[in-house]
């Protein structure tokens, strides 16, 4: 056989073989985010200890795994929050977190200090804002994250002695344990009643949570 | 080992084609699977990983065009990539298992290197992959700058 025939041949079954798998990889993985999740993958959905908002009895469970100093995130609260106050009552929101950015995990554990004082979610919502002035480069740093948080009425001072406390620590390390269980990665990611997104994106994530709503309507 | 020996035999030149044939092919499924990982799972690719992925993915392409025709000077020029490549996996395979402290560990920005994105059958890790791509290229290059001697 010539040799340029052997080389063409070996560069086309190399070919085949990446498409073929690429194809089978994104079926296989369509399929499965339609399905529910596995009980292990259930359990790592719903901690008790996770911040919540929007009425226990809700139908509709949105699991959200964030970072503070994500973009993305940032640019989709909102559009989550427009979704819920279209469906007053109907819709529970759970945070979660993922700090994959340099330095997030210190800005969490602030964050998830704030709940002591129950500030929360302005906190949140005014870290979410102001992500530019806090996480230049994608590096998030904690320093920068007070001045954000003047005006909200947070006793600054207790929340930089309660981010230290090993609950923080213990519920920020379960969750990062959970989203690689979850195969969280990347951010943000939202689980609607226990179901993935097929794949990333505002129409996506409205589907999903559209499908929950009408699975869930009262009759 | 005489490079500039004017007779070329066929034999040699043949069994030299053969292993860079064999090389590039190494190479070019090792691209591939690179590519499989960020660009269909999306397996975010820590900055090792991209060292590793800059001596490989030209690797590819040089011996793909160093076969036709055939120039086995190529394996000059591809050895030092397969060489940086292979020492980058050595460090990264190190650094997973802990070897090498995490003090020194160079990524700390996105994706820790210690990170084990995959590990089948308990031990087989990306970098250890890449470091066995990257021995079988450097030892079929060697072979085929050897000239058998009759």
């Known amino acids: 056989m010539k040799k340029s025939t052997v080389f063409i041949i070996a560069l086309v079954l190399l070919g085949v073989a990446f498409l073929v798998g690429s194809v089978m990889y994104i079926a296989d993985k369509e399929s499965k985010a339609g399905q529910q999740l596995s009980d292990a993958k259930t359990a790592a959905l719903g901690r008790m200890y996770a911040p919540m908002i929007g009425k226990l009895e809700a139908p509709v469970v949105i699991v959200e795994f964030l970072d503070p100093a994500c973009g993305t995130c940032a640019a989709f609260y ?36 704030t709940r002591k004082q129950g500030k929360y979610w302005k906190a949140l919502e005014a870290l979410l804002a102001s992500q530019e002035a806090w996480a230049p480069n994608h590096t998030a740093q904690v320093d920068l994250i007070w001045k954000q948080w003047e005006g909200l009425g947070l006793d600054l ?23 690689r269980t979850l195969e969280v990665k990347a951010t943000p990611e939202y689980f609607v009643n226990g179901r993935g997104m097929p794949n990333f994106g505002e129409t996506p994530l409205r589907r999903l949570i559209a499908d929950a709503l009408r699975e869930t309507a009262p009759r | ?24 092919l190494v190479a070019a499924a090792s691209t591939l699977g690179a590519l499989f990982l960020g660009e269909v799972m999306h397996v ?5 990983c991209w060292y590793q992925r800059i001596g490989m993915f030209p690797l590819a392409i040089i011996l793909g065009v160093g076969l036709f025709p055939l120039d086995r000077r190529v394996v000059r020029y591809a050895l030092p990539l397969a060489a940086i490549g292979w ?11 802990g070897v090498i402290p995490e003090s020194i560990r ?10 084990k994105v995959i590990e089948w059958f308990g031990f087989i890790t990306i970098p250890l992959l890449s470091i066995a791509a990257f021995s079988t290229i450097i030892v079929l290059l060697l072979l085929a700058a050897i000239r058998k001697n009759p």
């Open chain 2, 1 to 24: 080992m005489n490079p500039t020996d004017p007779i070329s035999s066929a034999d040699t030149d043949q069994r030299a084609w053969t292993l860079i044939f064999l090389a590039w």
């Open chain 2, 106 to 115: 160079p990524c700390t920005q996105g994706v820790p290197c210690t990170d």
């Open chain 1, 157 to 179: 001072d207790k929340v930089r002695a309660d981010m230290q406390s090993p609950e923080i620590a213990k519920a920020i390390a379960q969750d990062i344990e959970d989203a």
């Open chain 2, 87 to 97: 020492l980058v996996a050595a460090f990264h395979q190190l650094l997973i298992a």
């Open chain 1, 78 to 113: 909102p559009l989550v929050k427009e979704i819920m106050d279209a469906n007053p009552g109907r819709i529970r929101l759970v945070i979660r977190y993922a700090p994959f950015h340099k330095g997030a995990d210190k800005v969490v554990a602030a964050l998830e200090a």
């Open chain 2, 44 to 48: 975010p690719a820590c900055v090792l």
